[in-house]
């Protein structure tokens, strides 16, 4: 398997502009998760999808981050307008939920940087 | 979520059995104790998670206390590549299944 793919690796964006991260979860997971590292907040969770649905997203920031899962092999994190206090790194996870004590899978994030 | 608490940083010396301790006082009968790693620029990588049980895989030994207030992570033979940050994290059963992170214990391994 080749594990939770994000693209792009490596973003450089200038404020304003609008950016979006991209995930393909593990085949046969039906949970996603997003999830932001920076050296002040250590990592933290955005939002979470349970069967393509969004379940929690008490984590994402303000009205400018959006997120989306309209399959079950794909996800976006959008950010509009974007801010210089967004850089970090993004990170999408993926599990398999049947209730018990599921293990999450991270993928090799995407470091976003604004100007 | 019931807290952890992690010492900040810890060497290790390389071939030597790494034990990395976390305390959870305040878990509950349904929380499990997960351990999480992440190598420098990567995304953090499971290693085990246990309830009440001591659990053992290819990576890792979890020994967790009888009254469940704390637990041992033991690396058997550290190598270089195991230095990373070590994260414990206590998480219900059905919580949304999202992991809480704490700060994490800093491990370097020392040839």
Redesign the interface.
Known sequence: DAG?IQSPRHEVTEMGQEVTLRCKPISGHN?L?WYRQTMMR????LI?F?NNVP??DSGMPEDRFSAKMPNASFSTLKIQPSEPRDSAVY?C?S?F?S???????????TRLTVL | DAKTTQPTSMDCAEGRAANLPCNHSTISGNEYVYWYRQIHSQGPQYIIHGLKNNETNEMASLIITEDRKSSTLILPHATLRDTAVYYCIVRPKAAGNKLTFGGGTRVLVKP
């Open positions: 939770v949970s998760f250590g990592l933290e969770l979470y349970n379940i929690d990170f996870a599990s939920d209730g018990g004590a599921d293990t999450q899978y991270f993928g090799p994030g």
